[in-house]
């Protein structure tokens, strides 16, 4: 029977992670949609930064943002007693800059999606920009914000150069499966590598499989 933790370490990451984009990004997207202007591009394209950087260097960036040498991680550790270096914690942050642009994009790409004509005639109806926001917007989103929900849940699932440089690879408190398995095939044992590679593997098809599902309808308009 195989050591379960990592499983269980990735999967408590990855919800925790998932919550905290799917909430940060969808007010973000929800102020910057509808925006134009070079600020607007420059916003973007700092959120949009670590689709591009490779993984090691936005765990490098973290670690000294976050290292206790520095003012933020200085202030985190020795006055609110929040350390992110070598902890679970610094695994979840990791997920989340990851994971963030991909749920901000789907969110982005879903409010644009929607015609302005309905949005204009609610407000010369009366209706308020939140009443507005949550009553339309956010429904018809929602094939959006779920995929942008699957999407970043996968991506911190399946994180590792980031965490690997901020949480390490502590057995028992931060070892997430990505790093099970590059520790597990530097050990020479391949064979307990495969079950957590196989097990990505089902999870991966699985994600891309639902997203499929929910934009079946769309490919089929477009048609």
Not at 100 to 127: E, W
Not at 161 to 187: C, D, H, R, S
């Amino acid at each position: 029977m195989p050591e379960l933790t990592p499983f269980w370490i990735s999967l408590q990451v990855a919800v925790v992670s998932t919550v905290i984009v799917v909430i940060c990004a969808t007010l973000l997207a929800k102020v910057l949609y509808n925006k134009q202007g070079k600020l607007m591009k420059f916003c973007e394209s700092l959120v949009l930064l670590p689709i591009v950087l490779p993984p090691t260097v936005m765990g490098f960036l973290l670690l000294i943002v976050f290292s206790v040498n520095g003012p933020i991680g200085n202030f985190l550790t020795n006055v609110l007693g929040i350390k992110v270096v070598f902890t679970l914690t610094g695994a979840v942050i990791a997920s989340v800059i990851v994971s963030f642009p991909l749920m901000y994009q789907h969110a982005v790409q879903g409010f644009r999606s929607i015609d302005d004509k309905m949005l204009n005639t609610a407000r010369t109806m009366g209706a308020s920009e939140r009443k507005i926001f949550y009553r339309l917007i956010l429904p018809l989103s929602k094939r959006a914000l779920m995929s942008g929900t699957m999407m970043a849940f996968a991506r911190a699932i399946g994180e590792f150069g980031a965490t690997l440089m901020v949480a390490g690879y502590i057995p028992g408190k931060t070892n997430t499966l990505p790093l099970e398995i590059y520790f597990l095939v530097q050990q020479g044992r391949e064979n307990q590598a495969w079950l957590w590679v196989l097990v990505l593997v089902a999870f991966a098809v699985t994600v891309m499989g639902t997203m499929n599902m929910l934009n079946q309808d769309r490919y089929r308009e477009v048609k």
